[in-house]
């Protein structure tokens, strides 16, 4: 008999006693060790479902309820290894010739410890309320986790087909939600609706009459005094979002949520929405198709914006039925940034009356926008990443925003955006598509219809005019200017106040190039195909009698490395005019490089 859930190791681990050398030889001694742990786990299993009420199935414990069963399983296997098996002794004392009660020895079978791990597990219950013994030993029931194998586990049925009420996974959740709120909004009937299967209408009314309406300070002392009902579900009817971090509010948008007790004091942070009886504020929302992570506890620790006075619990993860994902309540908060916006949701956009959620809105193509967590180990703070417009039209999608990434703004008609991780203080005009920040990229802007290009990490205070695109900014490239329809260009790590004008384009700066621009006090359009190679500061090309234009390019500019004037204020000056020889026989002979103009 093989064990399920300890084994060997494990007991080596938390006891110090490797069994295999501790253990006497028997009929199989490959196996020894084995049929010791099996035989323990089959006894508690047995010891569990003869003198409690147990409510979960062995096949569909959560993570938490797996771990401290182990720990009851092999403080058990360590209680037998040393006093022997209890439960087949005949209680005679040799030394006393007396026999031992029954019911004493019954008493002692279970150690304590391994009591206390399976009560904090869920596992132990006396007594149960509204509620029948498990007697579903055969059926494996889903534990709601997603991304678990047990997701596709089923739920125990009745005889017609229909899941037992209490007993559900993810997905029947789902389903039942989804059926719930059309018939919540009248629907005759369920079946073949939006091509899908529901489930029956008498299980859809079952499954809410199960669904335990509390209050969250109700639910909050029911965890508190060790009450909850393990595996049932409690929908919380007076959720709001609350804030107490600076420049942010809530909206005060209401709606329910559903969370299931894994124990009688832990409620799973796995949770369900649910339109709030009355409201209309969602009124054309999908609630059911929304994922939530919600803590009941105020914990500021964790949250910075949690409202330890006022708040009824923290939602640190929502996912909308537009594959919208925030870790915070991003129907509800709202966020200030002086001279950008004020009170603006993360996906907003201006009504007539007002900033409104365009995440709500069916029209407003908001969709599929990720915005990571910010904060430490073990501790979230808001983000202030906002797609904001002041028009009436939105049409964001497809952007990204890494871990600890904050302050940064998109405009409206913004897709396809990646702002790395550690990003912040970034904005991006109108009609800004397909860019890429890399880590820790900072206060960069991009006015407006700047698309395809790419900042390596850690560049900083980079200008990108109108029509900027196909750029490349390499890693710490910091302070460049470029200016409206330039393209092609690359610059390389660590180039810095550099200046490059209108329609500049196919130009290489190599590594540590700074202080270069073309056309000082007012830039040259139109230059091209210009190659600076790494290493040169502080030069100047300008034009006197040249002038350039889309048919009079600038254009295969060669400046070799170790050519560079004294500082900013004291550059190079090279004239495009003043060409060939001159300066093919000054700066040759003093630098042994080349210039071509």
């Known amino acids: 008999m093989k064990p399920r859930f300890i084994d060997a190791n494990m007991f080596l681990d938390y006891t110090g006693i490797d069994l295999s050398a501790e253990l006497k030889n028997n009929d199989n001694p490959s196996a020894k060790v084995e049929s010791f742990l099996g035989r323990v786990e089959l006894r508690v299993m047995s010891w569990v479902d003869k003198n409690t009420f147990r409510v979960r199935d062995w096949n569909s414990l959560t993570n938490y309820q797996i771990r401290m069963f182990r720990y009851a399983l092999l403080e058990q296997a360590a209680y037998m290894y040393r006093n022997g098996d209890i439960a087949q002794d005949s209680g005679y004392d040799q030394e006393r010739g007396v026999v031992a009660d029954k019911r004493a020895l019954q008493e002692i079978v279970v150690c304590q410890p391994c009591i206390d791990f399976l009560i904090q597990a869920g596992l132990f219950n006396s007594t149960i309320k509204n509620r029948r013994r498990f007697m579903y030993e055969n059926v494996m029931i889903g534990d709601g986790l997603p991304g678990s194998a047990s997701d596709s586990m089923i739920a125990p049925v009745r005889p017609g087909g229909d899941p037992i009420p209490g007993y559900y996974t993810k997905e029947q959740i789902d389903r039942m939600l989804e059926a719930y709120e059309l018939l919540s909004n009248k629907v005759t009937t369920l079946s073949g609706a939006n091509n899908i299967t529901y489930p029956t209408t008498e299980a859809v009314k079952d499954f809410a009459e199960h669904l335990i309406?509390?209050?969250?300070?109700?639910?909050?002392?029911?965890?508190?005094?060790s009450q909850l009902m393990p595996g049932r579900y409690y929908r919380i009817t007076d959720y709001t979002c609350t804030t107490t971090t600076t420049n942010t509010s809530s909206a005060g948008n209401v709606f329910d949520i559903i969370v299931r007790a894994d124990a009688v004091n832990i409620l799973n942070e796995q949770a369900w929405a649910i339109h709030h009886e009355g409201d209309t504020y969602f009124a054309n929302c999908n609630l059911a198709a929304w994922e939530l992570k919600y803590c009941l506890d105020n914990d500021k620790d964790r949250f910075g914006w949690a409202d330890a006075t006022n708040g009824k619990g923290v939602?640190?993860?929502?996912?909308?039925?537009?594959?919208?994902?925030?870790?915070?309540?991003?129907?509800?908060?709202?966020?200030?940034?002086?001279?950008?916006?004020?009170?603006?949701?993360?996906f907003n956009y201006r009504g007539s009356d007002g900033n409104k959620d365009a995440s709500i809105w069916k029209n407003s193509n908001c969709f599929a926008n990720i915005i990571k967590r910010r904060g430490s180990i073990g501790h979230w703070e808001l983000n202030f990443n906002v797609i904001y417009t002041n028009t009436s039209g939105f049409s964001s999608f497809c952007n990204f925003f890494g871990r600890r990434s904050y302050d940064n703004t998109l405009s409206s008609e913004c897709s396809f955006n990646i702002i790395s991780e550690e990003c912040n203080n970034n904005f991006l005009g109108t009609y800004c598509t397909n860019n890429f920040f890399g880590a820790a990229c900072r206060t960069n802007t991009f006015t407006s219809f700047c698309s395809y290009n790419t900042l390596g990490a850690n560049c900083s205070f980079n200008l990108f005019d109108t029509e900027t695109n196909n750029n490349v900014l390499e890693y710490g490239a910091n302070n460049n200017t470029i200016a409206r329809n330039s393209r092609y260009n690359v610059l390389g790590k660590y180039c810095s106040f550099n200046s490059l004008g209108r329609f500049s384009r196919h130009n290489i700066f190599g590594n540590n190039c700074s202080y270069i621009s073309f056309g000082n006090p007012t830039l040259i359009q139109y230059v091209r195909y210009v190659k600076i190679d790494s290493g040169c500061s502080y030069i100047n090309i300008y034009s006197d009698d040249i002038s350039a234009s889309s048919s009079n390019y600038l254009q295969n500019i060669h400046i070799c490395l170790g050519v560079s004037g004294s500082s900013s204020t004291n550059p190079l000056n090279i004239s495009v005019a003043d060409r060939n020889l001159e300066y093919e026989t000054t700066y040759k002979s003093n630098n042994s490089v080349e210039i071509i103009l």
């Open 213 to 225: 309406a509390v209050t969250y300070s109700d639910l909050k002392n029911l965890r508190d005094t």
């Open 315 to 346: 939602i640190y993860y929502m996912k909308d039925e537009f594959f919208n994902e925030c870790p915070y309540d991003f129907k509800n908060i709202l966020f200030t940034k002086s001279e950008q916006y004020t009170n603006a949701y993360t």
